[in-house]
């Protein structure tokens, strides 16, 4: 039984060590890509990809590859800030529920049937489209919009926390609840915490790209990956594949990343899983 156990450990070690390194890697990449290879250079233009451009140019001259990895940069800024409103969101609304009584328990799972009734993209795109699009459309559509799942596990951890003797051991010594809560409660929710952000993080990528696709995102004068995807639509039938295909391919990888973090740690921090790690 000892050596599935090691390999299982040994195998998530290396899938966390690889994700976390293709996300260090964009970040990195997209610091050290000069921005001249988003500049427009004419004598360049619809160059297949080679050596000197391994992502080829666009219809503009400009280096694919730098275009790419500052757009999966903005994409990965866009849904770390939307991931961590969104816990935000989720963390407050599940420990009112949990412990502010049943009236406001109520209320939070009114408001939870109620977003989780509708599909995420529509109401994102509704979001988005109100507040004008761009960063900050998308920012807060998705933190409005991904909180309930969270919010629903932080409910159900909290209540099962209070039923804890320790729990009881302090109302009897007089603590309040805020000291409760802050003490022991919280740090309880912090693996839950950062699992669901991590899990939220991918989501919202992929809606930022989808959304912007569409048109009713980011600026098209920014180099996102939706965009890039929605201009390469016009040239595929030229037999330009590379603009759609190296970009797509990156969003996928840079989103299943992230993805295969979330799913380690959630191995690590589940109790289901943590004797065969």
Excluded at 62 to 78: F, H, N, P, Y
Excluded at 185 to 204: D, E, N
Aim: net charge positive.
């Amino acid at each position: 039984m000892l050596m599935p156990k090691v390999h299982n450990r040994h195998r998530l070690w290396i899938s966390s060590l690889v994700a976390l390194f293709i996300l260090v890697a964009i970040y990195f990449m997209s610091v050290w890509l000069d921005a001249s290879g988003l500049s427009t250079n004419l004598e360049q233009r619809n160059l297949g990809p080679s050596s000197q451009h391994l992502f080829g140019t666009d219809w503009l001259g400009r280096d694919m590859l730098t275009r790419t990895i500052k757009g999966l940069a903005l994409s990965l800024q866009v849904g770390l800030v939307a991931g961590v409103s969104s816990v935000i969101i989720a963390s407050i609304m599940g420990l009112a529920a949990a412990i502010m009584g049943e009236m406001v328990n109520r209320i939070v799972g009114w408001l939870t049937d109620l977003f989780l009734s509708v599909p995420h993209l529509v109401t994102l795109l509704l979001i988005a489209f109100v507040l004008g699009g761009g960063a900050k459309g998308i920012i807060i559509g998705v933190a409005l919009t991904h909180w309930p799942s969270l919010s629903r596990v932080i409910r159900a951890e909290v209540r099962q926390i209070q039923t804890a003797p320790y729990i009881a051991i302090s109302r009897n010594f007089g603590k309040s609840s805020w000291w409760i809560a802050t003490r022991h409660i919280i740090p309880h929710l912090i693996p839950q915490l950062l699992v669901g952000f991590i899990l939220i993080v991918p989501h919202a990528i992929l809606h930022e790209a989808s959304i912007t696709f569409i048109g009713m995102g980011l600026s098209p004068h920014e180099p996102a990956i939706g965009i890039l995807l929605s201009e390469s639509m016009r040239y595929l039938s030229s037999g330009i594949w590379w603009l759609a295909l190296f970009p797509g391919l990156c969003l996928l990888l840079l989103v299943r990343a992230f993805a295969m973090l979330g799913e380690n740690l959630k191995q690590w921090v589940d109790p289901r899983h943590a004797h065969d790690n």
